[in-house]
C-alpha cells in the first residue's frame, strides 16, 4: 500500500553539488527494486517544486500540509520546523482512505519522534538525526504498511491530529461525600508529597479500558493531569493512545520501544506450505522462533536466552520443537475469560517502565525519557509507567530527580497509586450494569484545550490480524514464554506487593501478569458470553464495515467545515440527514466543534413535543435526549 | 460621500416604473396576482432598517452590498417617499435604528473576504486558470503578466512530464493549513493541450474540474479536436497563440469572468435554465418549429436540420427541436448560447449568421453548421404590416433610432443546426417560416415578457424563501424565480438574464463616467454585481454540504440544512451590523436538486422543510411549464 516515505530538508543543500545533502531518510517499501540516488532527489525536487509553485498564489501563507493526487498514488507532504519536509507517498487501492488519514499519522509520526528525540533543529549532525529517523519513522510506517487497517483507527477524529482523546467518565458523586475525591488524594499524598515534591513534574492518569465486558470509547483517554500548561500532553496521549492500539496491549516491551511487528518472509512461507502436512505445529514454532529473532530488537542474546530458559524450565533442553508440547499447558490467556466466575476479580497493578525491572533489561525498561515542554520550555523529563487494571499513569519525574531510584520510594508509590486508583475505579469505574446504550455518538473538539470528548466507537484493528498475523503471534509467544510460570525471576516487572496467595494461585491456574498485559482481555474471540457486553452508544455493536463507512461519511461531513468560507465572526450549524438512516448535527464556533450522530430510522423519544429553546439551533430538531444532552453539556 | 451617492441612485429611481411592461400580468403563466416578494417586510421592516451605510462593515468587499436593497426599494413605492426618506436619514445619523430586526429581504454576506492587495503573493487572485500546450508553450493565463505566468507554466510542464514519465497523471493539489483548506490546484490533461484551474475559494475538486472542462470544451469548440491534435503533431512546441484569434481570447476572458465572478448555476449544476412558459405555449413553438421541418419541401431533402432551438436571452431555454433519440449535451448548449450571447448580440434583426461550431461532446472531430438568428419583436404599432421585407427594414431602423436602449437588452434567438456546409438556403428558408409564424402568433411579445418577469417567490406558497434553484434531473434543467431586486434602481431588467453569461467590463466603462447622473446607476450595478456573486457563493457553499469532493451526493438522498449566525463573541464598540442569522437548505433525490436560501433571521426548521415541500410539488405539477420535457421530436 504505502511507496515510501522521506524527509528533506531543502536548506541543507547550499548548491548544485551537494543535492544530496538535504535527503535525509528516504526508505522505500517496495521490494526488490531499489531507487538511484538521482531518483530519490527527483522525487524531492518535484515535490518541492509543487510547494514552491503554490506559493506564488494567493492564500499560500501559513500551509502545512499539501496533498497531491495522482492518478495511482498520493503524496502527502507536511512541512514541520519550518523547513523539513516530510512526504508520505501511498499507492492507491480500491478501497480509498482519505488523505487526511494520513496526514493525521504523519502528524503524530513526528509528534511521537520529537517526544523521543526533540526537535529536528536540534540535532547539529544530520547523520544523527537520519540515525533517529530510521529508528522511529521506518518501523513507525512499516507496521502500518502491515496493518493498513490502523489507518482507519481513528476515523474521522484524524482531521484533529493535534487533539488528544480525553476520557468521559459518569460522575457518581455522592458515592461517599466525606471521603476525598480521587485525584485530589492523588495531588496530596503523591504529587505534593515531601518525597516527591519538586521532582515529580506530573502525573497524568489514562483510562484504556479493553472491549470485553463493555465496549465503548466514551471512557477512553486521559482522565487527569495535574500541572497546567502541559503543553506535549496531546502528544504524548496520542502516542500512549497509538501504543495501545496498534500493539492491542501496552507492555513494558511497547513501551520501551522493543515491539514491531514485521512481515513473515516469503521462503518461510513457502517452506511452511510445503512441509505442512507432515509437522504442522512445529513447524509453525519453528516460524515462531524465526520470528523471534527477526523481529525482537532486543539484543538477539536476551531473546535466545529467555527461551533457552523456558525450555530449561520445561526440562527440555534445546529442542525448539518440544515447545509445542509446552504451549497448550497454558490455560486461557484471559484473566476474566469466564465471567460467571464468582471469585471477585483481583485488581492487578505493577510498574510497567521502572528501575525496579530486572537488571539485565536494557535502561529503556527502567526509566523512558520523554522530551516533554511545559510553559513553553522543551527538557527531557523521566517517565515511569504504572498500571492499575485499564488504568495507566504516567509519573513525569525531573531529569536530576534521583529518588527514583529508590526501590523504597518506589513501593511507597506504588501504595499510594493502588490507594488513590482503586477509589476512581470504585467511585466512577463501576458500570451500572441496566444502563441503556445511548441513541446517539457525540464528538466535541476543543479547539483553546485541544482536548477530544468523544463517545464514537473506532474502527477496530481486524480480528484477523490478531489471531494471524505471524508477527502478533511472535509478540504475544514471546511474552508467554517469558511470563507464564516459574519463570518469574526473568520476569521484567517483578514486583507485585500482594502477598502469598495470589501469587500461588498465579502460578497453579494463570500465567502471571507482571510482564506483559496492561487491560488483561486481548483475544475478543473467547468471549463468547454476547449478553454480558455492555454497550455505551447505539452504535458500538454495528459491525466492522459499517462503522468504517459511517466514519467515511461523517469524515465528508467534517471535510464541509475545513471548505468553508465563511467570515470568522460567523458560527456554522448543520443538520445532515441521509436516506440510510444517518442525522448528522454538525456545528463550528470560535472554541469548539460539535458532532452528533443519531439514527433516525430509530424513533424512540423522538417525537415528543418540546419548548423550543430560546436561542434557536439546529440541533433541537434531534432527539430529546440530545437536546438534553446539549443543554447539560455544552451550554453550560 | 456614500450619502451623496445614495442620493444620486435614488433620484434615479423614477423612471423605474415604465421598465415593467403594462400588459406583463398578461403573460404570466402563473395567474397568482402579484408578484412581489413573499418577505414580510413592510414599511416598518424598512425603518428598522440597519444604518449600514455609514460605517465599514468588518468583511469590507461587501460593505456595500449590505445594504438593505429591496427593503430600500419598498419604501420608495409609497407616496410619501421623500419624507420618509428624511425622516429615515435622520434616524440613521441620530443612530437611533434598533439593532436587530425580525425579517429583512437581503441576504447578509457570511464570507470572508480577501483584502485586497493583503496578499504578497505575485497572483494575488483568488481564481488562476491556464492553459499551455504539452511542450510547455503558454496559450492563455487569466491573471498575471506573461513573464511571470510563462515561469509557472513551465513548472507545471516540468511535473506534469516528469509524472507522465512514470505512468502516472497529476488529477490535483490541496493545499491545507492546520484545519482549513487553503488553496486547490487541478489539473486536466488534454494532451496536446493542458489546462490548470486554481481556486482558494469553496470549489470542490470536482467543480474546478467540470470548468476546466468547460474551457477545454470552448477550445474543441472553435478549432475541433481533429484540428488541434494535427497543429501539434507537425511540431510539438507549436504556439497555439498565434493560431488563436483575438475574439477567441475575449471569450475566454468572458467564460473564465463569467465562471469567476458571475452568477452561473449552470457551470455549478451542469444543468440549462429554462425559460418559464405556459404549456400551450410552448406547445406551440413545438408545433411551429415541427411543421417548417416537416414541410413537405424540407422533408425531402432528409437530414437537411439536425437540431433547432429557441433560446432565451440568459440562455433560457424555450424549446427544442431534435430527431428521435438524440439530444445535444448541455456543455455543447451552454457553449452555443455563450457564443450567442456573448459575441453576436451586436447583429442586427434582419442579419443571419452561418457558422461552423465543433460541439465537443456531439462530436469532437467534426463541425456542425449553426444558423442563428436574433429574434427582435417589432413595436406594437407596427404590426399591422404584414411583408416581411419592409418589417425587418423598419425594424433595423428602429433599432437605429432607439440606439443605445436596444442594444442594451438582448433578444432571444434562433439556432438552427446543420450537418451540412452548403444546407444554409434550406436552414433560412425553415428559419424564415419559424420567425414569421413567431410573429404571426405574438410568440416572440410572450417570449420576451417570460424572459423579463419569469416568476417570483409569490407565485409559490413557500414562506420565508429568498430564493431557490431546483433542478430537475431527467430534464437536466433547472429553475429559479425571477431575482427580484435586479429591476431595482433603474436597471435594465433583462439584466437578471443577461447576467448568466455576461462579461462585466461595461461596468469599468461607466465607473469611470464623469456624468453623476450615471453615478447611481453604476453604483446600483457595482451592487448588483456584489449581490448575484454573494448569491453564487451560497448556492456553492449549500452545494458542497450535500455533496463531496468529487462531486456525488453524500447519499442517495440526503438533506442538508446549513446555518449560519452570529457566534458569541463580538465587539461592542463598533456599531453592529445585521444579526446574521440564516438558514439554508440542500436537498438532493434521485429525481430532483433543490437548493434553497432562506430570508435572514428565519430559523425554523420544521417550516423551511414545509416550503421546500411546498416547492418541489409546485415544480412538478408546474412542470410542463417550466422545463422542456420532451421538445418537438421529428
Redesign the interface.
Known sequence: MLDFVTVFNPSFSTNERDAEKQLLLFHSFQKGHSLSLNDKL?ELG?IQ??W??????????????????????LLCTILVEEDFFVTLAIELAECEVP?TYFLAHLRHCYDFFVLQFGSWCNFENPNKLTDCLNEVLVPFWSEMNLMPNHIWYTGFLS??P?CYKAADLDNEKDLNPEALPWDTRLKQQVLLDDASFLGLQDILVYHLPKPATHKGYKSYGLVRNFTPNFDSLPKISNWIEYLDTIYTRLSSHVIAGNVQYKEILEEDAAETSNENEEQPVSNSLMNQSKKIYHNFTLPITFAYDAVQEVSNMTGVSSSMSLLTDFMPKIPSWNPWASSNDNKPKVARSEFLISPLSASFLPESYKVKVLELSYNGVVQSYNCLFWFYNEILVVLVFKKDFAKIWDHEYLHDIHFKLTNCISELYSSHLTSKPDKPPDSFCYATISKETHQIRSSFPLYKIQKILASASPLELVVNGLDEFLTSGANRKTSVATLNPTPGPIQDDDIVSKPSWGLSLMGGIFRKEQLEDKAVVQFDTFLDNISDEKLRCLHL?IS??V??????????????????????G?VCFIRE??DKIVILVENWFDKRGSKSKRVPSEK???VQ?MRTDVTDWWNRVIRN | MMQTLREGYIDNQHPRDKATPSGASRFNPFTMGATQPTTSVNLASSFSAPPQPFFEDSRPSDSSVYLDLASERQSMRTSHRDLEHELLQSMRSLDLMPKSHAVSNEIPSIFESVVAGGSMAPLPQEKQFFILSSAGKPVYSMHGQDELVMGLMGIVHTVISYFKVHNTKMHSIVNSCGNHVKQKFVFLDKTPIILMAMSSREESVNDLLQQLDFLYSYLICTLSRRQLTRLFSKRDNFDLRHFLTNTDFQNLNHICDSISNGFNPDFLLGALRCLTLRKSTRQTLHSIMLAQVQHPDVAAQRNTILYGLIVAPGGQLCSVLRPRGHTLHTTDLHLLFSLIFNQFQGLQDDQELWLPICFPKFNSSGFLHCYIRLLAHENPQKKSKKTPSPEALEASVDAQHEGAHKLVSSKPALVLISAQKESFFALKKIGQGIVSELHNKNLLEQIEAASTLGFTMADIPAKFVHHFIYKSKKHVQYIMPRLDDLDLYNMSASDDARSTFSANDENASVENDPDPINNGTSDAKVRQKAYLYKLMRYYTHIRNNAMDESGSAFNRSTLTFVQWSNDGMRLNDLPQGEEVDTLCLAWLTPNFELFLICNNGVSDRNTILKSAKNIVDWCRKNEDRLFVKNGAVF
Open positions: 527527483a518535484i517544486a509543487t514552491r509553485f503554490s506559493e506564488s498564489f494567493v492564500d499560500s501563507k501559513g500551509v502545512g500540509e499539501s496533498v497531491l493526487e495522482l492518478g495511482d498514488k488523505a482531521y484533529w493535534q461519511d465528508k461531513f471535510n464541509t467545515l475545513s471548505t468553508s468560507r465563511r467570515a470568522e465572526d460567523l458560527k456554522e450549524e448543520k443538520l445532515i440527514k441521509l436516506n440510510n444517518v464556533d470560535s434557536k439551533s439546529l430538531y
